[in-house]
């Protein structure tokens, strides 16, 4: 578990979709700053252990994220940070998380770049190849 002067994180996000969105690099990188268990991935906060909750400093969350309001912040009283790996987290963080001293990050700077080359791209295939 948490080990002296470490963080504790946990992914919070669709079953399966950690695997797919973190490889060993990035993994590793997690691991330098703090305790991550690799195997959970929290779906629904309810039905976590509210051990596991209360110990959380930061949540690293992606699609299909549950909702994090008033309830969910009052199981995890350590959180400070909820980092997203997609673009946008008005469909999970809930006003009440804004009104805390908790840090929220999300990928969305690192996603328009690729996101609008494939756009143009798709644009540019469906209309035979012409930009127009």
């Not at 703090?34 to 690293?60: K, N």
Request: hydrophobic content about 45%.
């Amino acid at each position: 578990m948490r080990q002296s002067g470490r963080l504790t994180a946990a992914f919070a996000m669709r079953p399966g979709l950690a695997r797919r969105l973190f490889g060993p690099g990035q993994l590793e990188r997690i691991h330098a700053v703090a305790d991550l268990d690799e195997d959970l991935t929290i779906s629904d906060f309810g039905q976590t252990d509210p051990r596991v909750l209360a110990a959380l400093d930061v949540l690293v969350t992606g699609w299909g994220c549950a909702e994090i309001g008033a309830a969910q912040l009052d199981s995890m009283p350590r959180l400070r940070a909820i980092v997203h790996a997609g673009g946008t987290v008005k469909d999970h963080v809930g006003p009440d998380v804004w009104s805390r001293d908790i840090l929220i990050t999300t990928a969305a700077d690192a996603n328009a770049y690729p996101v609008a080359e494939y756009t143009l791209a798709a644009r540019s295939s469906c209309a035979g190849g012409s930009t127009r």
